[in-house]
């Protein structure tokens, strides 16, 4: 009888987060213009720390590079920092600072500690603690609150349940997808660093649960672990792990506005040093080639904008006839080394994209978005908006 009543109270949750959802226009971004930067602890608030060093001075060093990469290479984004330097910020502030400024990007900076066996780098989305060792993180970083002026006073009727997590997943799942595309993102980069990779993972941290765009919270490595903190505490890793990020962050970017970007590496455009002080593991990658979407026969589309909605995205190809897609006809296209599938061709017709997006969301699809073409080539929203 009580899993009957647990069942019922997680339906309405549940039914609850969806309703919300639909009625808060929740837009995704089609570019990146502004970002935060999010540097972990800070001031009176250390994090962990290994024998020499501290975290909230990785997460700043590294923090600090990155928006030099990202200003450097991208002069029209606005960077917004939490913090640049050592002083102590409220979770609750931090995510306010992101969704005051209407950020499209929240990159939170991290550094570990477990047992002095562990080493490797994560990165985290918001999700369901899927075991007790991140659980175990999740409540270290969530700590922090217990330092505020407060002792925390203003998160106490707070809820971090799984039901609650759930429900503000599906609120927030039209993120969802995109948060875990810059995860990935980010991870293979590290791995192509050398660094050993823990995966993408998902569990409650309060300051993801706040904010309202994509969010990534970086666990850089174990400060427990000798070798670890030692690499981390050298400025020269310090940017090298600040450079993987930003690869990762300028392949999130060519995705998300639909253009093929000459992904560059720090040091063509900083002052970065080649040397690193681990071996970097050469990865051989199956070359592949971008397709081109076939245009639909009997209508000329050349220079015209072909408006879709994109349902699905994955890293191995899927059977046009897989039962994921409900025997919908869907489209394939390849992109950043991604497949990606869509239904419905509006030519120069956005709104009857946006009504099928509507349906598609009906349809369990719950991270669909719009996407535009010209010439079979994917391309920016904005700019197709704007030809119309």
Request: proline share 3%; with cysteine; hydrophobic share 40%.
């Amino acid at each position: 009888m009580r899993n009957f009543f647990s069942s019922i109270f997680i339906f309405f949750t549940l039914l609850t987060a969806l309703f919300t959802f639909a009625q808060e226009e929740v837009v995704l971004p089609d570019g990146v213009r502004t970002i935060v930067i999010d540097p972990g602890h800070g001031g009176h608030d250390p994090g962990c720390h290994g024998e020499h060093s501290k975290e909230k001075d990785i997460a700043l060093a590294i923090g600090l590079k990155l928006g030099e990469y990202i200003g450097a290479k991208y002069p029209e984004i606005k960077i917004i920092y939490t913090r640049k330097t050592d002083v102590f910020v409220s979770l609750d502030d931090r995510a306010k600072l992101a969704n005051d400024n209407n950020a499209d990007l929240f990159i939170c900076i991290h550094a570990n500690a477990a047992s002095p066996a562990a080493k490797g780098v994560e990165t985290y989305v918001l999700g369901l603690h899927r075991t007790e060792s991140q659980q175990k993180i999740a409540e270290r970083e969530n700590s922090t609150i217990y330092l505020e002026e407060d002792n925390g006073e203003k998160y106490k009727d707070f809820d971090l349940s799984p039901d609650a997590i759930i429900a503000r997943n599906l609120q927030l799942s039209v993120f969802l997808q995109q948060s875990i595309s810059f995860a990935a993102k980010i991870q293979a980069q590290f791995k192509n660093l050398g660094r050993y990779d823990r995966g993408v993972k998902q569990a409650g941290f309060l300051v993801l649960y706040k904010t309202t765009m994509p969010s990534v919270l970086i666990e850089t490595g174990f400060l427990t672990h000798k070798e670890e903190e030692k690499f981390l505490a050298n400025p020269i890793n310090q940017q090298k792990m600040a450079n993987s990020i930003f690869k990762a962050f300028q392949e999130y970017k060519s995705e998300i506005e639909g253009v093929n970007t000459l992904i560059v590496d720090a040091k063509e455009i900083a002052d970065l040093p080649d040397s690193v002080l681990i071996p970097v593991d050469t990865i051989p990658v199956q070359e592949m080639v971008e397709e081109e979407l076939e245009p639909t026969a009997q209508i000329d589309l050349k220079d015209k904008y072909v408006f879709k909605v994109q349902i699905e995205t994955s890293t191995t190809k899927v059977a046009l006839n897989d039962p994921r897609f409900k025997g919908l006809t869907v489209e394939e296209y390849f992109q950043n080394k991604l497949f990606k599938y869509t239904v419905g061709n509006y030519v120069m017709d956005i709104d009857a994209a946006l009504a099928l997006r509507k349906e598609m969301i009906s349809k369990g699809y719950t991270s669909a978005f719009v996407v535009a073409f010209k010439n079979g080539k994917r391309v920016s929203i904005t700019a197709a908006r704007a030809a119309l």
